[in-house]
C-alpha cells in the first residue's frame, strides 16, 4: 500500500510539471505580447505597417522603445531564422492559398491597439523586414506573397516590421490545476509518512 501511494505521489508530481509546460506561442502581458517558447522569444503583438526604408527601422525602435512598450525598453528587429520560424512554421503561411492558416487561432489573432494588428495586416502582399544588413545596398526580408526570406532586398523599399525582445517577458505562473495535482503530491506524501509512523 504505502509503495502504492508513493508512487502516486510521484506521478501527481510528475504530471503536474508537465501540465505546466505551455505549448508555443502563448499570449502574454493582456494580449499586447506573444511569448514563443520555442525561439525563447517575446514578440509584440502588433505590425509596424510601411518602414519606408531600413534606415528608418532605428527610428521606429527608438519610438517604441521610449514608449516602454508593455513595460520594456529593448525591442528589436528578429533575425533571418527567427522571422521566417515565426511567418513560415508558426503562423503557416500558405504558398498555395496565400494566407497563414494558423494566424486567426493564435495569440497574435488578438488586437493589441497599437499600430496595426496582425490579423488586418496579414494576409496581404506586404513584406516584413528582418534585423540583417547583407551590405550597403540590401538587407533581409520575408515576403508575403512568394512565402520565403529574399535576401536581396534594397535598404530603400518600404517594407512592414516586428519586433521581438529576448526571453519570456513574464515571470511563469503556474494554472490552478497544477496547484491541485501539487497538493495531491503533498497529500499523499502526508499519508505514506503517517502510516509509517504508525
Known amino acids: 500500500m504505502k509503495k502504492t501511494i508513493l508512487a502516486l505521489a510521484l506521478a501527481a508530481g510528475l504530471t503536474s510539471f508537465a501540465g505546466?509546460?505551455?505549448a508555443a506561442p502563448t499570449g502574454i502581458l493582456n494580449?499586447?505580447?506573444v511569448y514563443d517558447s520555442t525561439l525563447n522569444v517575446t514578440w509584440a503583438n502588433?505590425?509596424?505597417?510601411?518602414v519606408q526604408d531600413y534606415s528608418g527601422i532605428t527610428d521606429v525602435l527608438n519610438t517604441i522603445n521610449a514608449s516602454n512598450y508593455a513595460g520594456f525598453n529593448d525591442w528589436k528587429t528578429p533575425g533571418d531564422a527567427?522571422?521566417?520560424y515565426l511567418l513560415g512554421t508558426e503562423l503557416g503561411y500558405n504558398r498555395d492559398t496565400g494566407i497563414y492558416d494558423n494566424?486567426?487561432?493564435s495569440?497574435?489573432?488578438?488586437v493589441s491597439g497599437y499600430y496595426s494588428s496582425f490579423a488586418s495586416e496579414f494576409p496581404g502582399g506586404s513584406t516584413v523586414w528582418t534585423g540583417t544588413l547583407y551590405n550597403a545596398n540590401s538587407a533581409g526580408r520575408w515576403d508575403n506573397e512568394s512565402g520565403r526570406l529574399i535576401t536581396d532586398r534594397t535598404v530603400n523599399a518600404n517594407n512592414d516590421l516586428i519586433v521581438l525582445r529576448d526571453g519570456n517577458s513574464i515571470a511563469a505562473v503556474p494554472e490552478p490545476s497544477t496547484y491541485a495535482l501539487f497538493g495531491l503530491g503533498a497529500i499523499a506524501l502526508i499519508v505514506a509518512y503517517r502510516r509509517k509512523v504508525a
Open 107 to 110: 495569440p497574435f489573432s488578438v
Open 82 to 84: 527567427n522571422l521566417s
Open 46 to 50: 502588433f505590425v509596424v505597417y510601411g
Open 20 to 22: 505546466s509546460a505551455k
Open 31 to 33: 494580449g499586447l505580447a
Open 103 to 105: 494566424l486567426a487561432s
